[in-house]
């Protein structure tokens, strides 16, 4: 194998990235890697005015954040059908869920199935494992 003569390898390109840590902490003035001077930088938030905390700051709109949940509270002796899912929930005569029959997504076993919610002692029942069924007879 014959050597290489004459040709050197080419430079490598340096990014601000290879320079990361030394950009993260360097300070307004201080000389960067590749030569340059850090400068401060303005933020959106740098003009940010604080706000309060209220006992009217939540709405009737706030619980538009989570999407369309299946309610884990319902009337005794109800069902509820979500709307996004199909999900169907079966509420006890407490009004919490008993049973929830799932449409939309599976557990490796399935769709439909269901789970149970179990009493389990405490403050609120939790949902069991899944389970097949038809809703077919």
């Known amino acids: ?13 340096l990014l601000p990235a290879d320079d990361g840590l030394a950009i993260w902490f360097a300070k307004p003035g201080d000389v960067l890697p590749d030569g340059t001077i850090a400068t401060p930088v303005a933020t959106p938030l740098a003009d940010a005015q604080p706000f309060e905390y209220g006992d009217d700051a939540l709405s009737a709109d706030s619980m538009d954040l989570a999407g369309n949940l299946t309610p884990n509270m319902g009337p005794a002796g109800s069902w509820y ?14 009004g919490f869920p008993v049973v929830d029959f799932d449409f939309d997504h599976d557990h490796g076993q399935g769709i439909p199935h269901a789970h149970n919610w179990e009493d389990n002692g405490g403050p609120f029942p939790i949902r069991g494992p899944w389970m097949r069924f038809s809703p077919l007879p």
Do not use: D, L, V
């Not at 014959?2 to 390109?13: E, F, L, Q």
């Not at 996004?84 to 929930?89: C, D, E, I, T």
């Open 81 to 94: 059908t979500n709307p996004g899912s199909g999900q169907m929930r079966m509420y006890g005569q407490n």
């Open 1 to 13: 194998m014959a050597a290489r003569t004459g040709a050197s390898a080419p430079a490598r390109i």
